[in-house]
Nanobody, 113 residues
Framework: QLQASGGGLVQAGESLRLSCAASGNILDYYAVGWYRQKPGNQRELVATIPRGGSTNYADSVQGRFTISRDIAKNMVYLQMNSLKFEDTAVYYC?????????WGQGTQVTVSS
């Protein structure tokens, strides 16, 4: 139901934009967003947009990352600027549904220092 894309290899300080295509209406979900998982670590929240539209960010990405959505296209985006080595992770698109949560396949983001 969720298809993520846009990962890649960049140098520190550069930018990437991740995209997530949802198969249904993203407003049917309580929230959509992005998580990431670094090697050896648990999956962690990066950014979310609740149905109402306000945004939430992890402290580590506040001011550098921007989450947005295109309701007409059922798309969720994560614009990542000023990337750091420590942003290297597999990024997952996420949606909180009425009954269960949904995850897209991960997309690898690698930042070289």
């Amino acid at each position: 139901q969720l298809q993520a894309s846009g990962g890649g290899l960049v140098q520190a300080g550069e930018s990437l934009r991740l995209s997530c295509a949802a198969s249904g209406n993203i407003l049917d979900y309580y929230a959509v967003g992005w998580y990431r998982q670094k090697p050896g670590n648990q999956r962690e929240l990066v950014a979310t947009i609740p149905r109402g539209g306000s945004t939430n960010y992890a402290d580590s990405v506040q001011g550098r990352f921007t989450i947005s959505r295109d309701i007409a296209k059922n798309m969720v985006y994560l614009q990542m600027n000023s990337l750091k080595f420590e942003d290297t992770a597999v990024y997952y698109c996420y949606a909180r549904g009425v009954i269960s949560d949904y995850w897209g396949q991960g997309t690898q983001v690698t930042v070289s220092s």
